[in-house]
Each structure stands twice: as C-alpha cells, then as structure tokens.
C-alpha cells in the first residue's frame, strides 16, 4: 500500500517539513464526507479546493480536490522510463528512472501548455522487485517535483505489480491535469 502526498500546508505542519510519509494509505476519491479547505487556491482560470476528510487527520493528506472554471483535462497514462528507440532506460535504477519519467511529465506538460501546478491527481506504479526504500524515495521525489506548488495533487495509491509491460520497466506514472 502506498502512503498519500501532503499538501503544502500539511508538509509545513510535519516535523522536519521532509517527512512525506505520515499520514495514512489513500482514498483518492469518493469520500462520502468532507470539509472544505478555508481559502481555495486560484491558478489562472481555476479554482483548487483541498476537501479534507474528516475521517482522517488535519495532517493526512490531500484526499480530494474541488475543482472550478475547469476548460481543458489532459490524462497521462502509464509514463514509463522508455527511451524514442524503445528502448528502457536506466536498466536496474528504480530511482533513476522515477527522475526520468517526472523530468519527461514535466518536459511533456509544459510541450502541451501545461505545468506542474495543473496536475490534480497521480498514481504510481512499481514492480514487486523493487525495494521499500526505493518505493519510499519515489514519494520524496514527488514532494521534491511539486515543491512550491500551492496545492498539492490528490494522492493515489503506489501500486505494486508482478511485472509492468515490457521487461526492465521497473516503474511508470499516471497523472492527470487541468486548466
């Protein structure tokens, strides 16, 4: 089971502030009972409102989002670590091919004018071969790659999987963004 990604109010509110891992597994959507975030954050034409469960701790998480003005919605699908022959890059670096499928996200959303702060949800995927350490650095990637950004995407869960598509894919992402 994977851990949720606190939004940046919550990360202020941990010790340490690099602590992503408190707070419990996720329930990305659906929540039968919410409260609503004091002040929803406006990026351009959009409004993000962190709907927090109160079933769940101030610090546990992004676990919903309400969206306004909403115009456009791009989804990413199993980004992997593939190089433009086919080829998997990275061979056996778990770590390294989670910085390479974020830095390609970010090259791809900004490509399609997007950013980073329009990505309102993303799942994880890794292969059962991969280490708990590694699978816990890939959370404190994430929290590196959305550092700054007034409100965190809604947390999904870290799959973990026997094997991904091709041989040597040790891990993709899902995300999803909107304007």
Not at 20 to 32: R, S
Not at 53 to 79: C, I, Q, Y
Not at 106 to 112: F, H, I, K, P, T
Request: proline content about 6%.
């Amino acid at each position: 089971m994977g851990k949720i990604l606190p939004n940046r109010d919550d990360i202020a509110a941990l010790p340490g502030r690099r602590s992503l891992l408190t707070g419990a597994t996720v329930a990305a959507v659906g929540l039968a009972s919410s409260t609503r975030a004091a002040a929803p954050a406006k990026d351009g034409g959009i409004i993000k409102q962190v709907v927090h469960n109160p079933d769940k701790g101030p610090n546990s998480g992004t676990h919903a989002l309400r969206l306004r003005n909403v115009s456009e919605w791009m989804f990413f699908a199993g980004h992997s670590a593939i190089g433009a022959h086919g080829e998997i890059l990275f061979p056996g670096d778990a770590i390294a091919q989670m910085r390479w499928i974020w830095g390609s996200l970010e090259r791809l959303l900004v490509q399609e004018g997007y950013s980073l702060g329009d990505v309102i949800q993303l799942k994880m995927t890794c292969i059962a071969d991969v280490p708990m350490p590694d699978r816990v650095k890939f959370l404190e990637i994430v929290g590196e790659v959305f550092q700054g950004q007034k409100v965190m995407p809604v947390g999904s869960t870290m799959s973990v999987v026997d094997a991904l598509a091709l041989p040597g894919m040790l891990c993709e992402v899902d995300i999803t963004a909107a304007r």
